[in-house]
């Protein structure tokens, strides 16, 4: 397995993946998310994410070329605050891996390289958030060091 760079242009790679993670986020929030999005639409939605200043994708992909799973972060600026210091952020958006694929450790290098370019970036804080339905995802975060810092709540008509 090697960690490559997904540019803009190859996000149709991604999809698949995505749409297990959008399966997975529909089975549990229903009203929250579309059902069975159109692949050509989710292919052209990140295409345009991708080529953003800052969005970075990186996939895990076997020696046969097949993806194992990805990550989507973005770097961000974020001046002080009153509040607040100054600080880089690595804004971890998305991370999937394919069921065949999980618990084997794909997803802890893909965190691992994401902390290792984002670091060389510049950043001084790698953040992300999750479902709570999501105990494989909290897990993989607390098992890098991700503490829960804050809890959002929403109401949905």
Do not use: C
């Amino acid at each position: 397995m090697q960690i490559i760079d997904i540019p803009a242009p190859d996000a149709e790679r991604l999809v698949p993946l995505l749409q297990d993670l959008h399966a997975l986020h529909v089975e549990h929030q229903p009203g929250r998310h579309r059902p069975d999005p159109d692949s050509g639409d989710l292919a052209r939605w990140l295409e345009d994410w991708l080529a953003q200043d800052g969005v970075h994708a990186l996939a895990a992909e076997s020696p046969q070329g097949a993806l194992l799973g990805y990550v989507i972060y973005v770097l961000e600026d974020r001046s002080a605050l009153p509040v607040r210091t100054p600080e880089k952020r690595a804004m971890l958006h998305h991370i999937s891996v394919a069921d065949a694929w999980q618990r084997m450790g794909v997803g802890k290098r893909l965190m691992e390289a994401m902390r290792t370019r984002a670091l060389k970036d510049g950043a001084t804080v790698i953040a992300t958030n999750y479902a709570p339905f999501n105990t494989a995802s909290a897990a993989l975060m607390q098992s890098m060091g991700l503490e829960p810092v804050l809890t959002m709540a929403e109401w949905r008509a």
